[in-house]
């Protein structure tokens, strides 16, 4: 399995903008979904975005479309979320995800590694 390790997180004024980075090792298949989850203090961990292993296909939830951009790198085993015009509900420890298989999907427990998490908190 993957280990995942995220980078990028911090403070940022609503309206600005972060990129997310994370990087994976260990795991030499690249044919891996990738994807981006957070969670707010007690509230479930949700989806975000996830592209698929050759980044040709990206989706992302509702509440972050056309505000938010994943990409990945396979070269650089690493996969990108830039986060544009935050908005203080956006603050929450994002994750990263990675899992085998031919799609994205949007439940946590289909994805089998996780990295620690990056706090993002966006001010009002």
């Known amino acids: 399995q993957a280990q995942l390790e995220e980078s990028g997180g911090g403070y940022v004024e609503a309206g600005g903008s972060l990129t997310l980075s994370c990087i994976a090792s260990?795991?030499?298949?690249?044919?891996?979904?990738m994807g981006w989850f957070r969670q707010a203090p007690g509230k479930e961990r949700e989806f975000v975005a996830g592209t698929s292993w050759t980044g040709g296909a990206t989706f992302y939830a509702d509440s972050v479309e056309g505000r938010f951009t994943i990409s990945r790198d396979n070269a650089k085993s690493s996969v990108y979320l830039q986060m544009g015009n935050l908005k203080p509900e956006d603050s929450a420890v994002y994750y990263c995800a990675a899992r085998r298989g031919t799609g994205v999907r949007t439940t946590p427990n289909e994805y089998h590694s996780w990295g620690q998490g990056t706090q993002v908190t966006v001010s009002s």
């Open positions: 260990g795991d030499k298949n690249s044919r891996i979904v």
